[in-house]
């Protein structure tokens, strides 16, 4: 287990560095800059030199490519071009938002997507399936800022029983918070809760057609036992596994109902950077959100041996 988890480990750092030299680059080849930006078309010459020395722009791009790596390896992650500010301490104001959020999708994803994927596979054909299928269909075909809109207007606008604009610290109150949360995080959560849901459908359904499965149903072993105690270890590994891939879709999905809510998470903060060649904020931000990808698909890799141990660490079953 160790040498598997330290082969994986060492997979996350190259895939990490491989994000990190494309953003780097990639940015730098965007027609325009950040000194542009910063003091328009009409700035001279001179002005633009004098500001491209003093952000150090002006060395060889290879040089500041490591020391840029050498400042992530200490997680420094310099200072905003536009504003001065340290770039960690705009991450640690826009993060909380963006984890609460987040968090909360996530919850509600798989709080709706686990029950109603069993109840969908027990009672194939029946009503409640027809219901959930089609309702899956819709979560999976409307994008997470549309599902923001809609509640927004329901529950905000015609209903105003809830804050449809800005965020509220948790330390100003657990229930100010949650009441700026909860729509976003229903509104990122429940296109998740979709694609999980169909997967728990037809894993579980794969699993109940089984041989063994309708061997123990003639020996008379009890449909509770069956799906709990059998059925849903097995069907359980590939939910897992789309459950842990879809949390892109978690992390899209904030950015965009961010911006619906006017929350100023990490989403926010990506937008504003790149439409400002803000470079040490966009690279942090992509590296961070990166790094939650890469480092939850470890996490749902080593959660395969809790389901199941007879799944090997060498790939072999």
């Known amino acids: 287990m160790r040498q598997y988890i330290a082969k994986r480990v060492v997979h996350a750092g190259f895939i990490m560095w491989l994000v990190a030299t494309t953003v780097f680059f990639g940015l730098r080849m965007i027609p325009g800059g950040p000194v542009r930006t910063m003091?328009?078309?009409?700035?001279?010459?001179?002005?633009?030199?004098?500001?491209?020395?003093?952000?150090?722009?002006?060395?060889?791009?290879?040089?500041?490519?490591?020391?840029?790596?050498?400042?992530?390896?200490?997680?420094?992650?310099?200072?905003?071009?536009?504003?001065?500010q340290s770039v960690s301490t705009l991450v640690a104001q826009a993060g909380p938002r963006t984890l609460s959020i987040g968090v909360l999708a996530?919850?509600?994803?798989?709080?709706?997507?686990?029950?109603?994927g069993i109840i969908s596979a027990t009672r194939k054909g029946?009503?409640?399936?027809?219901?959930?299928?089609?309702?899956?269909?819709?979560?999976?075909?409307?994008?997470?800022?549309?599902?923001?809109?809609?509640?927004?207007?329901?529950?905000?606008?015609?209903?105003?029983?809830?804050?449809?604009?800005?965020?509220?610290?948790?330390?100003?109150?657990?229930?100010?918070?949650f009441k700026r949360i909860l729509l976003p995080g229903i509104a990122v959560g429940l296109p998740y809760a979709a694609v999980v849901m169909r997967m728990m459908r037809s894993s579980l359904l794969e699993v109940l057609n089984k041989p063994y499965m309708r061997t123990a149903?003639?020996?008379?072993?009890?449909?509770?036992?069956?799906?709990?105690?059998?059925?849903?270890?097995?069907?359980?590994?590939?939910?897992?596994?789309?459950?842990?891939?879809?949390?892109?879709?978690?992390?899209?999905?904030?950015?965009?109902?961010?911006?619906?809510?006017?929350?100023?998470?990490?989403?926010?903060?990506?937008?504003d950077s790149m439409l400002d060649r803000n470079y040490p904020v966009t690279q942090a931000v992509i590296l961070i959100v990166a790094a939650v990808m890469v480092f939850t698909n470890l996490a749902v890799d080593l959660v395969y041996t809790v389901i199941d141990?007879?799944?090997?660490?060498?790939?072999?079953?």
Do not use: C
């Open 39 to 84: 003091l328009g078309q009409e700035a001279t010459p001179q002005a633009v030199a004098a500001l491209r020395a003093e952000l150090g722009l002006d060395r060889p791009l290879y040089i500041q490519y490591f020391d840029w790596l050498l400042d992530m390896a200490t997680l420094n992650f310099g200072q905003s071009l536009s504003t001065g």
């Open 106 to 116: 996530i919850v509600v994803g798989l709080g709706v997507a686990v029950p109603t």
């Open 126 to 177: 029946e009503g409640v399936d027809y219901v959930a299928t089609v309702s899956a269909f819709l979560g999976v075909s409307m994008p997470a800022f549309f599902v923001g809109i809609l509640l927004a207007l329901v529950f905000g606008v015609w209903f105003s029983v809830l804050p449809v604009y800005g965020y509220t610290p948790f330390s100003e109150g657990v229930v100010p918070w």
């Open 217 to 271: 149903r003639a020996k008379g072993v009890s449909d509770r036992v069956m799906l709990y105690k059998h059925a849903l270890q097995n069907a359980m590994i590939p939910v897992i596994t789309v459950a842990g891939i879809q949390l892109a879709l978690v992390l899209v999905g904030s950015v965009t109902v961010e911006l619906v809510f006017g929350i100023q998470g990490l989403g926010r903060l990506l937008v």
């Open 309 to 317: 141990p007879r799944i090997g660490y060498g790939g072999s079953q």
